[in-house]
């Protein structure tokens, strides 16, 4: 289960009241003072997950407000020292659109990944427009106050073989841990020609595919370092049909995995009932834990008395697998932005594949607008979308199967403030009215992530302007509820410093920051990951996002679990 902490090490001291004191002495108590490891750590913390985890020791939000940079937000991607080196372990270039998954028996081992622009400022590949963007893949072992640094074997230049080669261009970093510790990476690749031999005849066209978008798995044993398996779950056909945006889930103790996605198709799709000038939400299933996968198949919510129901149309959607203790097994939602709502139903698991029943509930969201010169939120140009994100609470505990959704949210004109809004169900039926999460009026919250704890805690993180008059400058903050999503603690600003979004890119040469951050969480420990802009000029980056990651211990206690890695600390 999540968040089983390490055995205590020697490193594991008493709580101290004072509030800056040097560490515990491990070995010989005659040992000279200066070889034992020196921390800072407050005497107390005003409310759960509002303990930072730092390079020189546990601090409060008041103790990184304008405080030093890097200190209790670790930079996870590295500067770029020579661009005439190919090396991408010791270096790296941008990235953004970022995601992470914490290891369910070590809190302290953590991957992430990105959309990774390193490939261009060490070489002048650029395959997918101004750049070549690739899957980055980074990696700590202690806690996050470390990282390291690679990209997904097969990129152009790569020496090393992998499925992955003949492609240029990578999006949609999605990770998850599954019960033993296996990390499972998905992303699409798409522009480039296959190496491999395999083909597939596409359904509407007859051609053999062999470019085009691509889901696909890749699978790591060692947390994350390394990548040594990829496994192609589904194709596209760029004359056709063009895969974008997936997610998916893992059983847990089981080996079914599931995968929905958008395709955006140029031709009517050979799917009964599809409705014109739609993009259609498709899955693949896997029933011997990613070996093999289904063939891609209409998310088809069934009808109301059992009938084939109509193809569900939209994007981002995104499934969960809901706990024993409820009738069905997989959740789903995505978003209608032809009608402006979300939309939610239920699967079961058969034999055969899962058995989607009719969609039980809808709401509304007001989407994020945006016009020339502006992205919705503010003076700034980098894209930006409406999108619901899926959480479920599988604690056993009080709340135990109950559905979260949580977005961003913008009533009026393109130029009103916008806000993090929730909304709860514990059937899938009926839904709470719209909780805000943000505890300020001002300035504008938006791109939220969320997730559950083991005990049933509510994580939140999201980007965040009310720190800037001029309503530009990017903070990340977060919030947390130990009341199932009913009542949020104070607001937490995770960002030492704020940055400026437009100064990060995308392939096509446009500013991007990315469509998403991530958060992933033990019962110890809340992990947020996110693109920054703060080290934006330093040699050879005249622009660009890095990835940065902040660990939020759950209190003083879960030092127990922490403190070892300040006698550990070095490269991951």
């Given at each position: 289960m999540r968040g089983v902490p390490r055995p205590l090490t020697l490193f594991a001291c008493?709580?101290?009241?004072?509030?800056?004191?040097?560490?515990?002495?491990?070995?010989?108590?005659?040992?000279?003072?200066?070889?034992?490891?020196?921390?800072?750590?407050?005497?107390?913390?005003?409310?759960?997950?509002s303990l930072f985890l730092c390079t020189d020791g546990y601090r409060t939000p008041e103790d990184i407000a304008n405080g030093t940079f890097d200190r209790c937000n670790h930079r996870v991607t590295k500067p770029l020292l020579d661009p005439n080196s190919t090396d991408v372990r010791g270096q790296h270039g941008p990235a953004n659109e970022v995601s992470i998954a914490v290891h369910p028996m070590d809190p302290l081992v953590a991957a992430g990944g990105g959309k990774d622009y390193t490939v261009s400022y060490v070489s002048d590949h650029a395959g997918c427009g101004e750049y070549t963007v690739w899957m980055g893949t980074y990696w700590t072992t202690d806690g996050g106050l470390t990282w390291g640094n690679d990209l997904m074997p097969g990129y152009p230049g790569d020496p090393r073989d992998s499925p992955l080669k003949g492609n240029d261009c990578h999006t949609d970093p999605v990770l998850v841990f599954d019960d033993d510790g296996t990390l499972w990476y998905s992303g699409l690749n798409y522009r480039g020609g296959r190496e491999d031999t395999q083909t597939v005849t596409h359904p509407a066209t007859g051609h053999d595919v062999y470019s085009g978008s691509q889901l696909y798995f890749a699978k790591s044993t060692d947390g994350g370092a390394t990548y040594p398996e990829v496994s192609f779950a589904a194709f596209g056909d760029n004359e056709v049909v063009f895969n974008d945006k997936q997610w998916y889930a893992l059983q847990p103790a089981g080996d079914h995995m599931i995968a929905t996605w958008s395709q955006f198709w140029t031709v009517a799709p050979p799917v009964t009932g599809y409705i014109a000038g739609n993009d259609l939400i498709v899955f693949v299933e896997s029933m011997d834990g990613g070996v093999t996968w289904s063939q891609e198949k209409p998310l088809r919510p069934g009808g109301d008395e059992g009938g084939v129901g109509v193809p569900a149309a939209g994007q981002f959607s995104m499934p969960q697998y809901l706990p024993a203790s409820q009738e069905n097994d997989i959740a789903v939602i995505w978003w209608d932005f032809s009608d402006g709502k979300v939309l939610y139903s239920e699967g079961i698991l058969t034999p055969g594949g899962t058995e989607f029943l009719p969609i039980q509930s809808t709401f509304p969201v007001n989407n994020l607008k945006s016009e020339p010169g502006r992205d919705g939120t503010g003076p700034s140009t980098f894209r930006l979308s409406t999108y619901p994100v899926l959480a479920l609470d599988t604690s056993g505990g009080a709340c135990d199967g109950r559905r979260y959704v949580v977005w961003a949210d913008q009533p009026g004109e393109v130029n009103s403030d916008t806000q993090v809004l929730l909304r709860w169900s514990d059937d899938g039926l009926d839904w709470s009215p719209p909780i805000t999460v943000n505890d300020v009026e001002s300035g504008d919250q938006f791109m939220p992530w969320i997730d559950v704890d083991p005990e049933g805690g509510v994580h939140i993180a999201w980007y965040d302007r009310r720190n800037d008059a001029e309503n530009r400058l990017l903070d990340v903050y977060y919030a947390y509820s130990d009341t199932c999503g009913d009542g949020f603690h104070p607001n937490v600003r995770l960002t030492e410093t704020n940055f400026d979004g437009d100064l990060a890119h995308h392939q096509s040469g446009s500013t991007f920051i990315g469509d998403y951050i991530g958060v992933d969480t033990t019962a110890t420990s809340a992990h947020i990951i996110w693109a920054d802009t703060r080290h934006t000029g330093e040699g050879g980056r005249e622009k660009g996002s890095d990835v940065y990651a902040a660990t939020l211990l759950r209190d003083l206690s879960a030092r127990a679990t922490f403190d070892a890695v300040f006698g550990t600390t070095g490269e991951a």
């Open positions: 008493l709580l101290f009241l004072a509030p800056v004191i040097a560490g515990c002495v491990t070995g010989d108590p005659d040992e000279e003072e200066e070889d034992a490891p020196r921390f800072v750590s407050p005497a107390s913390v005003d409310h759960p997950f």
